[in-house]
């Protein structure tokens, strides 16, 4: 076993202090040492998008990045979108449309589409679909997952 | 208002929506890990386990107190595998848990999983379904010469007369390669010791938790009671999550053992190659017609690869039998003649997926109509027109009773839409041009929502079908339902709170539904075969009716009026054509607190029932038209329509999306999806960049239209959605693709139909030609 290191992560505002090892996924360091276990794990190789998160408002893979790698960033997961018992839109649009069934892949589309509506808030259709493709859903067929998207993008249209 | 037939939003899914979902490794945070080492061969013989000092690992020896997993079924040739928890003296397929590391946490058990040393003395393997039929194939099973576990026929008394007086005899040749079921969830079992009861509560990704409960003591020895089974958020299943499986056992085994809180959470690259595969089938079937292209015998020879063991509690017969049984569908026969295999191989164990054996039985039927259309000059309507089903009730060859379905009318109206005759103008010119498209039907029914009648005639040792659901009104007036079935995504929570509201006139949302816990639930079979909104929602309705007699019967007393004029609805109880009403809510706190004055001491408002019906017949009519471009093999989708008959739909937004999902499996199982083993029985397909499953860019936007036939098959009238979606999609892209490439003289008869096995077909016909 290798030495721990001193890790500070800043996720949804918060400062979350740890020790970790330096092989430690962030996603890991997320679910466990932060106890925010809405950020979901399906592959832990890049391909599913489950543990998608934004990293200084960027989609990223949480289960590609080491923890130490994240110190300095500012963190949103899932658990950061709602105010309260308010849902945000893009939330909303998901429950409106239905988008999950099972809602193990919805934490990691939700950030997704946040990031990118919010980098890029009048996003083209095909473009869109192109973006939302970097992740896996096995329950909804992504037909409305996509009409979720495009009912928030009108809604968080700024 | 009636609620059912709304499409109200589900109700759990805010919750799932700001990421406070408990999915089981949520809850296992912080517990202890196990890892398993697995086989890195097909089939060998264990000559030793080389443990590194001071680690936690146990294997076979030290587990002889656990009985192996020995699911039965009666007749059928069935011949039972011993299916051990760790592999013991040999290993019969790659993945098979050999020994279990226990650590503190998961990368130390990963770390000292690298370390066991496994020396195994490697044999020749039986890995291909027709190679492992052969004289001279290595044996699986000592106790199964031949590597057939189950094996039945089926000969109608006419069949010969008939068959000899066929005009023409159509025969295909069906292969459909290995598929994961792959859900985003993987499997996991986290079993936590009690200290001071000496229980056990195994939290796992279940569709099924009483059974699993039941199957787990059995093989441990223990009482069930001593055992609770969670399913707590279970992210999606479709079948691979209903069988039990040495991980779960184990892990309850060595939480007892420890008196520890441990945890499996499966990696992709194990459920990829060690949870269970389906739909490896081979199915060589003849079809004879009379002159007026009527369909008049069937000829089958079906072979289903089902792995290393038989599965818990299903058993292997499950593909093979389906097959067999389903395989005339829609269409009228009289006279059939069947053989159908399980037949075992040195590959992972099979176990259902979604639609099991029908999404592959279609493409057989509907490539012969579509061959058969052909051979007559008909169009492949006109073709089905003569040979669907259009009266009911109707008695099939194998002993089914479908009841009233729109078979010939989901293809009447999907033709309609596609517009046939214009698509027919369009694909000619579009030929002129050098572009391939072509246009594909499938029309298929679907047994859904049945019980014991059912899967008694199955032969299961374990007989499942029936559900039963507890409720109970609490004096503030909601209403808490406690259900067997095991909802999994499919929100089931919110069909059964709109039939229930219906029944007792308050609003869904006072209705909580619990699922899931063998502790807080009444036993019974979970989630699977398109069954639970019928069974779980005939129950829930059957109990609800008993509710509302007793509130009827409270109201009645309040408002001095006959139980029979009271009338439910809006939150109140009022006498029909009356002044006056009464809360509910009143009568639930009158019914606890004042029931003296109902005769006192009454069972207050709790009311059980159980629904076992025989089953219905859903239906539909898939269709797809596709381009492919001859130059890549490449397929694309340009239109999908699903025209389906699920009878009374209680939530229609959430039946859209079942349809969907299952539908985009169906294409993936299509064109995508492969489980492929080489000939040493090594996965060469163990992660998802190799089994490619479909993205949002691969799936065409779905359109769907929904006929409502009523049936007196189920008490709600609604029939099961959960696995139509799936059973579709095969044969109407590969008939579609096949129109496409008429020009080459190419017909596809495997599945995924990828790029290069259909570039391969155009290659061979040009050959052929020249
Ligand atoms: S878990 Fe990170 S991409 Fe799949
Ligand atoms: S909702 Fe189940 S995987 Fe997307």
Redesign the pocket.
Known sequence: MTEKLDVTLSVNGKRYEMKVEPRRML?DAIREECGLTGT?????????????ILMDDKPV????MFAVQAEGAELRTVEGLAKGNELHPIQQAFWDHHGLQCGFCTP?FLMLATGVLEQNPNIGDEELVHALSS??CRCTGYQNILKAVKAAREEMKP | MKWVGQPIPRLRDPVLLKGKGRFTADIAVGAMAIRFVRSPVARGTICGIEIPEGAVVFTAADITDIKPLRPILHGRNYVPTDQPILANKRVTYVGEPVAAVIAATQSEAEDIAEQVMLDIDVLDPAIDVDEALKPDAPRVHDQAPGNVLVETSLKTPGFDAVWAKAAQVVEVDIRSRRQNAMPMETRNAHAVFDHSTGRVTLYTSVQNPHPIRTGIADVLGMPETDLRVVAPDVGGGFGQKMALVPEYVFAVWVARKLEASVAWIED?NENLIASFHSRDQHHTVKAAFDENAKLIALEADLRCNVGAYSNYPITCGVEPLMAMSELPGPYDLREYSVRTRGVTTNTCPMAPYRGVSRPVLTLSMERIMNLAADRFGLDPVEMRRRNLITEFPYKTVTGSLYDAGTYWESLERSAEVLDLKGFRERQKKAREEGRYLGIGFSVFNERSGYGTPTFAARGMEITPGYETVEMAMDPSGYVIARIGASPHGQGLETGLSQIIADELGIEPSRIRIISGDTDATPYGWGTFASRSLVLAGGASKLAAEQMRERLNKIAGHLLQAPPEEIELAGGVARRRGHEGSVEITALARAAHHQSQLFGGGGPGLTTIATYDPAGTFSNACHSAIVEVDIETGHVKIERFLVVEDAGILINPMIVDGQIHGGVVQGIANALFEEIIYDETGNILTGS?MDFIPPTMSEVPTIEIEHLETLTDASITKAKGIGEGGTIGPPAAIINAISDALKPFGVEIFEIPATPPRIRQLIREAAKEKS
């Open positions: 996603a979901h794990l399906g592959c832990e190789h890049g391909v599913c998008g489950a543990c998608t893979r949480s289960c590609l990691g992740n896996l | 992709r998802l």
